[in-house]
């Protein structure tokens, strides 16, 4: 998360206290769905994503809304782009980042749609939207933050997991995945 310039810091005396951490942020106001999680399952401290707190204090606790004005910014400046508008689609994507409380860009060609995508990457950070935005667009995927042979090449057969051999097996109708 370094374009939210998360860092974790101790704001008091005590490292085992959970309430004497905070994270730094940047000017992003997304910065702020993030904070220091705590040590439970020796997992060490962590910046964690409170992005989807429930009512009741715990994560993930309540429905998720299905589309969002930010996505609709977005979309909205993705598909300019791809109609030719550029002019549109950089005003668009300037709306959308005054939002966020962040300075306009003046980029042009493929940076502004990679800047379009790097916005939907922060946007959507934990909704599983930056998986089929790499696939709209023929990408690999990066994983190697799990390691340095973990990247996913766009036409490899692990883009597509297997399906459960048990629907497989009850669908005559049905072929499993390309290499499984």
């Known amino acids: 998360m370094n374009f ?8 008091g005396d005590d490292p085992a206290n959970n309430n004497n951490w905070d994270v730094t942020r940047n000017e992003d106001v997304r910065s702020f769905l993030f904070t220091t999680g705590n040590t439970v399952r020796n997992a060490g401290r962590q910046i964690e994503s409170i992005k989807f707190i429930s009512k009741s204090g715990f994560a993930f606790g309540d429905n998720i809304p299905v589309i969002r004005k930010s996505e609709m910014h977005l979309n909205r400046a993705e598909a300019n782009y791809q109609l030719g508008n550029e002019g549109d689609a950089l005003e668009e994507l300037n709306a959308f980042k ?6 306009p860009v003046t980029v042009s060609g493929a940076d502004l749609l990679e800047e379009i995508l790097l916005e939907r990457f922060k946007e959507f ?3 599983g939207q930056r998986f089929f935005d790499l696939k709209r667009y023929g990408r690999d995927l990066d994983k190697t933050y799990l390691g340095p042979t973990n990247f996913v090449a766009f036409d490899d057969f ?3 997991p297997p399906i459960p051999q048990r629907e497989v097996d009850g669908n005559v109708n049905l072929n499993q995945n390309r290499g499984y």
């Open 4 to 11: 939210f310039g998360l860092s974790q810091i101790q704001i």
């Open 98 to 103: 005054a939002l966020r409380g962040l300075d």
């Open 125 to 127: 950070a934990f909704e």
């Open 158 to 160: 692990r883009i597509l």
